[in-house]
């Protein structure tokens, strides 16, 4: 990229790579410029784009949060793991690639996949990235050339419609630039405790065509992820292993200072050998299934945006395709027993379930914004998200043909076997149709400089058609079993704020907000149990009060929120006692807390960033859950943590090759890992409570940038997610003490 020629606007720019996390960057903050000490004047240079148009950062009225590019570099993030959770009000619940949730504000009935959308929103470049019903993939994209990742806390269901009650996450890759080369590669080694060495490769270009004119990115990254844990019942050593490959290409069009016309595709896949959970009371390392559980993911995204000025408003129309794919593995060795008993099998082979499936989403939204500085400033838009999904979930063991004999089942000529295939001998597959159709809006109005409110809606209607097949044992010596269901809502998400500035150091705002998802017919499955017919869509609303505050000529940002979330009618994920998941609808819950983002910068050399968060998120009346008991009201929400505090300490010497010192802390408080965990008497499947520290030194030569950092180095056995499986209580952990080097070079 081309160094800025303005100094006042990389001033601010730099300001923002190091100041608090409710601040996000536009593209040019990678620009490497010079220390300088900052002023609160400078902030209003900057914009950003959470809300769907450029804005000041001093003047939402919300609580968006950003991780700059280089606030990722810095930290050395790879994936959400990295840095997430250093944003206020945010838990990162790590189990499994593919299946790992962000929760916000504490807004989710399990701290892994739920049966139906999730309440955290995932988007590329404000390209959906989730689906109706259960997520194929949770995106994890990495972090490698990523201009800034934006996290926005509290419903989000007016600019970017369902499946984000609890917040929205938005990935903003960079994208072809026209004004010049630019190019970047890097390599890390790095040695896990408990793993082999580990590696990574990434490697971007950026290439003008045309001056001004034409421009193409593209992006190549891989990583290696060694296991450190040893499976002991398969007699392997590091047995999650996972590579994680992929890249992007962009395209950027500008034929006119008035158009700009791009493409941006994204691959990623995760291939995950073994899972990535411990057996409770085995040792600190070890598992135990009879078969790999392996995990494989694949993520495609393709977008194509225009942005056109008008002269009145900005017009910006986003045609979108993602296409979604993952395929497990489980050991279900342990209910062997069941079926032996019930059907008089006799079967010895190890017993797997496989599942997953494939999606396909495309999207197109149209907008348009007034300009700004407008007594009356506006949006008005429409977007349309259609999704075809499959889904499949089998039961098998090697050799199954020959235990399930149909004659010895269902009597003498009743023919051959129930396998044909030699191992899979009871399926369930599903088929869903899913579609949002949605108009929104928002408009601003500026009473005066001091007073400003807005409103802002969006009228939306919802269906999911599914159908779902079943054969196997269970319904022989019948036909399959079809079911077919279909849910269909429509409703209207409104929002309304006020904002209050009266000076450049102090703004203060009240916000009502409100989140929707969709509806979800349950299909019978293969449990043994009955299960409810399905879950609509739940009802929450969202009261926050926030503050931004500058001091000390703008060295010293002090943020903090203080929210009450009003949640009923919850979608519930809960599990028979077969362990089977299934969605239902019932009870009540709040959440209520304080986030605190501060940074202060007392010398150009110096900087401390905090992010705090005070929160409990509480079912408010007792909740029956089937086949379980009753969670008691006042029982923690799971996924969630009362305390979460971050801190990041920066130092940077003013001496030959600029070595920066890096420190950065995470506490992430107790917690419990789904419903059942807070009924009285159950298995309790805690999770938190646990600190680490991660260091960095980074020195410049020239246009190359070494780094060794050391990850964990308290070597905390952190729990991020507890879930109980069939082997036992399966523990999701803090990767364990990393050390390692990264060589980053740049044009």
Known sequence: MKPLTTARLAHAIRLVCLCTPLIAAPAMAQTPVPDAPASTTDLDAIVVTAGKRNE??????????????????????????????????????????GVSHVVMRGIATSSGNV??????????????????????????????????VEVLRGPQGTLFGSASMGGAINYVANVADPTGFDAAVEATASQTRNADIGFGAKAMVNLPIADDILAVRAVAQYRDDPGYLDNIGLGREGSNDSRTAGGRLSVTLTPSEATTLSWLSLWQNTDADDNSYRIAGLGEFERDTAIPEFTDTKVAVHSLRLDQDLGFATLTALLSQQHKQQDWQFDFTPIRVF?????????????????????????????????????????????VFQTDKDLYETIGAAGAAGAFDRSSLFGPGSGAVIAPDGSTF????????????????????????????????????????????????????????????????????????LTWTPSDDLMLYALVSEGFRFGEPNTP??????????????????????????????RWLVDATLFYVDWSDIQLRLQTPDFFNYASNGGKAYSRGIELATTWRPTAGFDWTLAATWQQARLDEDLDILFAGTAPAGSQLPGSADWTVSNVLRYR??????????????????????LNSAVPGAVRNAQGNYNTVDLRYRMSFGTTDVTLFGS????TRGITRSVSEVNGIGQGIVRPRTVGLTVHWRY
């Not at 390209?127 to 490698?144: K, M, N």
């Not at 802390?665 to 789904?674: E, K, L, N, W």
């Open 712 to 715: 964990n180095l308290g070597d």
């Open 426 to 497: 009871n399926a369930f597959y599903s088929h869903l149709d899913g579609s949002e159709l949605a108009v929104f809006g928002e408009g601003t109005f500026h009473f005066d400089e001091q007073w400003k409110a807005t409103l802002g809606g969006r009228f939306f209607r919802t269906s999911v058609d599914a159908q779902t097949t079943q054969v196997g044992f269970s319904t022989y010596p019948g036909d399959p079993i079809v079911t077919r269901s279909r849910t269909d809502e429509d409703g209207f998400n409104p929002k309304a704020s």
């Open 56 to 97: 000041s950062v001093r003047e939402i009225a919300g609580s968006v949060s950003a991780v700059t590019g280089q606030q990722l570099e810095d930290l050395g993030a790879q994936s959400l793991a990295d840095y997430i959770q250093r944003t206020p009000g945010v838990v990162f619940n790590n189990y499994q690639p």
């Open 653 to 674: 010497f003013d001496t030959r090759f600029s070595p920066t010192l890096t420190l950065a802390h995470q506490y992430i408080g107790s917690g419990i890992s789904d």
């Open 525 to 554: 499955g293969l449990s043994a149990f009955p299960i409810p017919a399905g879950s609509t869509s739940d009802s929450l609303i969202n009261y926050e009060l926030g503050t931004r505050t500058s001091w000390a000529d703008g």
């Open 115 to 148: 049966q139906g959308q999730t309440t955290t929103g995932y988007f590329l470049n404000e390209v959906p990235l989730t689906e109706p019903g259960f997520s194929i993939v949770i995106p994890d994209i990495d972090a490698f050339d990523v201009n800034r």
């Open 339 to 383: 079926y032996n008993a019930d059907l008089d099998l006799d079967l010895d082979t190890p017993l797997f379930i496989a599942s997953g499936g494939e999606s396909t989403g495309r999207s197109l939204e149209l907008r348009l914004a007034s300009p700004r500085d407008q007594r009356l400033e506006w949006l008005v838009g429409g977007m």
